[in-house]
Structure formats: structure tokens, C-alpha cells
């Protein structure tokens, strides 16, 4: 049991903040039915990456390469083999709302028993030509398409999931295969694209098979501009030990400048009995959680992550939900009331915030399970405070702020528990550059902390 205080100096800049608040799938889902646009405008999501994107609404339909390119055996130099519809709308409404794409090269993952498009490619030379195309479509307006600059392209997702499983659900081949096809895709795109981050290959966790594949990469002088990986968990030093070891291993095979992007994550407690954190990862504790695993990725050696997952259909998705069930078309693009926000929304908005405020700031906590996050602009300034499974012996929570911009005339707390969204708790007139609030602190909660 402890006592908490918070001391943060505004003066003591330490960075910049990261864009840790991506997510898995843009703003309009289950085929534009649901359109969640202005809840993605105000958290101010930074970038959105494409997996498993409406599945398993109109999975075959967007973003994978059976998908995109039908038959594989088609002339993949013709824009007539290409089928990029409905892709490039759900693309435009996430370039609408201001965030950046990761595009996965691939397929999504295949649950049911038969597996159709997971299997590796009968021609790896051709599946990486398919690729280019596809990059030319989305930057150089090939085939009718557009100049929107997309920069990083993922090769695959999870290969090395369900190893020792007979059935596997998104790699059926070998390991040996993988790296054929990983090496020949990443070799010609960034041959054909050298400014853009080709990268990969979002592991599923599992380190021993990331060492084997980036001593195979390194041996074949493969290019990896950004590295990939996923975790699911309800321990934040988990995260914080997974995200060591991957730089680690990036360091020992001589990709020491290769980005980290943790592209996938949620809370989950144990995959044996999933239904307890389906429950909890929408609620408060999923959003305390998220705002405590945002501060952790702040001072990690990732430069981004995406959570997994914003489309509102999926049980995975904690920052909104459906609110009124409707059938929609694209003649419907204004769905407010559809949709509101749930407890993780809250841990989101507040990191975004700070994002926009731009510069990291020293913060420090005596607690163990009170995460904080600070930072600012030139006239103004914030703070994230998260508890999550702290113990206290006292609530009571003494909070120190040195430095506050002069601009700044006005201090807000809000808070987000159980029973409160965000609420505005308390509003202070600044008279000095230093100021002291206390605060009562229980686990479960989010505050941020606005000197406007």
C-alpha cells in the first residue's frame, strides 16, 4: 500500500509525443453502414492500419490481395485484373478524418475450417509484382488511382501464429517459405519504392520464431524498414519486457534503425477464458488500462501502435458501440446518433490531446499502478493521470505543476470512472507559475489535467 504524489515540470521537455493511438480499421464499418468519423476526429487518430478490415462483413471484398487481384493467374501488369472498389472508398474516409494508413499485404485471418487464401503464393515474384501495383494504384495514380502517399506497407500478418497447431489460421506454410516470400516482396518494393517503409512482419508474439526470421533476414541482407508485432494482455510490464526483447533482437541482427510498431493490442487476461475480458475491456477497467498502457508505450522503443479494434462490429472494438441497429448505404453519410462513446474513448481522447499539444514533459510518480503523462505546447499544457491496479493507502493524492506556460489563465480536471465521462471536476484561476492540487485518487480512474 502507498501514497501517491505527482510532481510534473512543464520547463523539463523530454520529446515528442508518439502517435501510440492508431487503430486497427477506419471510421466507416460493417460495409458503411456505421459511420464513426467525428469520434475518430475527436481523438484525433493518427494512423489506421488495414487488417482483417470488415471481416467478416464483406471481408472479400477489401484491402487483401485475392481481394484486390481475384485471379492470381491474370496479368497482374493489366488495371483490368485489379478490383479496387470498395478499397479506396474505405480508404478515402480515413484520409477524411486526417489519419495515415498502414496497409497490410495479405490476406485476413481464416477462421473456419477451410482455408482458402492463407497458403503461400504459387509465384512470390508475381505476388510482390501484384503488390508494387497496388502501391502504384494508391501513390503514382496508376489504374485510376490516386496520389495519397501512403508510406507504410506491411508484408503479411502473424505467420508465426498457431506453429504448433496442425491447423493454422494465417500462414499454412513453413517457416522456410515465409522467409522466401518475405524476402522477395520486401527486396522488390524497395527496389521499385526506395522512399517508402516496407516492413513487417506483425508476429504474433512469438520471439523465438522473430530470432529465427531476422537471422534469416539478415543473412539475405533483406531490407526491414519498420518492424512489427502483437500482444494481448491485461499486464502492462508484460508490454514493456515484450517491447525490450524485440529491440533486442532488431539490434542483434543489424536492424537497430528499423521503426517498431506494436500494431495490435487489447486487453485480455487469458486466452483459455476469454468472455471475463470481452466484458472488462469495454468498461472502465479496459479503459484505465488503455490509458496506462498508452503511457508505457510513450516511453517504450516503439515509434507507433495501433489497437486493436475500431470497427464497432467487432467484440474487440471498447471505444464506441452501436447505439441505434440501422441498415445504411453510402447516400447515409452523417450517422450521428448511431453510435456513442465507450469508457476507452476517454483514455484515447486524453492521450490525443496531449498529442496535440506536441512535447513530452517530465512527470513523475511515487506509485506504483499511477501512470501519468504530461505535456505541452507554447501556451499551453496537460497531464494524463491512470490508475490502474494500483494500491493506495490513501487517497488522497498530492499533485505538483512547475512551469506552466504564462499563456496559460485557466486549469480543468476531468474525470473518467465509472460514473463520469470525461466530467469537468474542478476549474482553478492560474495566478502562478507553480501550483499544488490534491486530488482524490481510487483505481480505476482517468483524469486529464488542462492549463489553457
Keep these: 500500500m502507498q501514497n501517491a504524489s505527482i510532481k510534473v515540470d512543464f520547463s523539463k521537455v523530454c520529446g515528442r509525443i508518439k502517435p501510440m493511438h492508431g487503430v486497427n480499421s477506419g471510421p466507416r464499418t460493417k460495409v458503411f453502414t456505421y459511420n464513426a468519423s467525428k469520434l475518430f476526429t475527436d481523438i484525433g487518430i493518427p494512423m489506421c492500419r488495414l487488417h482483417d478490415v470488415e471481416y467478416p462483413y464483406g471481408s472479400g471484398e477489401f484491402v487483401d490481395i485475392h481481394c484486390v487481384f481475384k485471379n492470381f493467374d491474370a496479368d497482374e501488369n493489366d488495371p483490368a485484373s485489379y478490383d479496387f472498389g470498395l478499397t479506396d472508398k474505405y480508404i478515402e474516409a480515413i484520409r477524411d478524418v486526417g489519419a495515415d494508413v498502414m496497409y497490410r499485404l495479405g490476406e485476413s485471418i481464416e477462421h473456419a475450417p477451410v482455408k482458402r487464401y492463407i497458403h503461400p503464393p504459387k509465384d512470390y515474384a508475381k505476388w510482390a509484382r501484384i503488390c508494387e501495383h497496388i502501391i502504384r494504384h494508391y501513390n503514382e495514380g496508376w489504374a485510376d488511382g490516386y496520389r495519397w502517399n501512403i508510406t507504410y506497407w506491411e508484408i503479411w500478418n502473424e505467420p508465426d501464429l498457431d506453429i504448433s497447431r496442425e491447423t493454422k489460421k494465417m500462414w499454412s506454410g513453413s517457416e522456410e517459405q515465409f522467409y522466401g516470400l518475405y524476402e522477395t516482396a520486401a527486396k522488390h518494393l524497395k527496389s521499385c519504392f526506395p522512399s517508402l517503409k516496407i516492413g513487417g512482419p506483425a508476429i504474433a508474439g512469438n520471439l523465438a520464431w522473430a530470432d529465427r526470421f531476422l537471422k534469416a533476414m539478415s543473412e539475405r541482407e533483406t531490407p526491414i524498414d519498420f518492424f512489427s508485432w502483437h500482444k494481448y494482455s491485461s499486464d502492462i510490464s508484460a508490454y514493456v519486457k515484450h517491447d525490450a526483447a524485440v529491440y533486442d533482437l532488431l539490434v542483434k541482427y543489424g536492424y537497430a534503425n528499423a521503426e517498431i510498431f506494436l500494431d495490435e493490442w487489447n486487453y485480455m487476461e487469458n486466452w483459455g477464458n476469454q468472455p471475463p475480458s470481452f ?130 489563465t485557466v486549469l480543468r480536471v476531468y474525470l473518467t470512472d465509472e460514473n463520469n465521462d470525461n466530467t469537468l471536476e474542478r476549474e482553478i484561476k492560474i495566478t502562478e507559475k507553480t501550483l499544488t492540487l490534491t486530488l482524490t485518487l481510487s483505481d480505476e480512474q482517468i483524469r486529464l489535467i488542462a492549463a489553457e
Aim: with cysteine; glycine share 6%.
Design 279 to 408: 466484458k472488462k475491456l469495454v468498461g472502465m477497467t479496459g479503459a484505465a488500462f488503455c490509458a496506462a498502457a498508452l503511457t508505457a508505450f510513450q516511453r517504450s522503443h516503439l515509434s507507433g501502435a495501433e489497437y486493436f479494434e475500431a470497427d464497432v462490429i467487432k467484440e474487440w472494438c471498447g471505444l464506441f458501440e452501436v447505439e441505434d441497429m440501422s441498415i445504411d448505404s453510402l447516400a447515409h453519410k452523417d450517422s450521428k446518433g448511431k453510435l456513442k462513446p465507450r469508457k476507452p474513448f476517454y483514455a484515447f481522447s486524453s492521450f490525443g490531446s496531449l498529442y496535440r499539444l506536441g512535447k513530452e514533459c517530465e512527470s513523475i510518480s511515487t506509485a506504483e499502478g499511477v501512470y501519468t503523462l504530461a505535456a505541452r505546447s507554447e501556451s499551453s499544457a496537460g497531464v494524463m493521470l491512470a490508475s490502474y491496479h494500483s494500491e493506495l493507502s490513501d487517497p488522497s493524492c498530492e499533485i505538483t505543476l512547475e512551469n506552466i506556460p504564462e499563456e496559460a
